[in-house]
């Protein structure tokens, strides 16, 4: 089994940042890559971004070049850099630990059903 806990979100004006943290005990076999998720309301959750055992990436178009996805395995830890924040950010956002697949430089990444209970972030003026 594994528990994910997230922390880091809040209220932020368009334009700024934020940093989502994802802390993560116990462990899966089949568990090689973390990702985060957001749901907005009236919407189907979506991954925003993953990243792989060995630090390839993916993310989701509406976020490339604003948000950076990192980790650090010493500390079971995954993180979510939000920058240039816009209202259309605003949602529900999930950790996930899943499964990846490299395929040349693009990361495939498949959730596992380990989730944690998600964080709010709210970008408005």
């Known amino acids: 089994q594994v528990q994910l806990v997230e922390s880091g979100g809040g209220l932020v004006q368009p334009g700024g940042s934020l940093r989502l943290s994802c802390a993560a005990s116990g462990s899966d076999a089949s568990i090689n890559a973390m990702g985060w998720y957001r749901q907005a309301p009236g919407k189907e959750r979506e991954l925003v971004a993953g990243?792989?055992?060995?630090?390839?990436?993916k993310y989701a178009a509406s976020v490339k070049g604003r948000f950076t996805i990192s980790r650090d395995n010493a500390k079971n830890s995954v993180y979510l850099q939000m920058n240039s924040l816009k209202p259309e950010d605003t949602a529900v956002y999930y950790c996930n630990a899943g499964s990846a697949a490299l395929a040349g430089s693009t990361l495939y990444y498949y959730a596992l059903n380990y989730w944690g209970k998600g964080t709010l972030v709210t970008v408005s003026s």
């Open positions: 990243i792989g055992s060995g630090g390839n990436t």
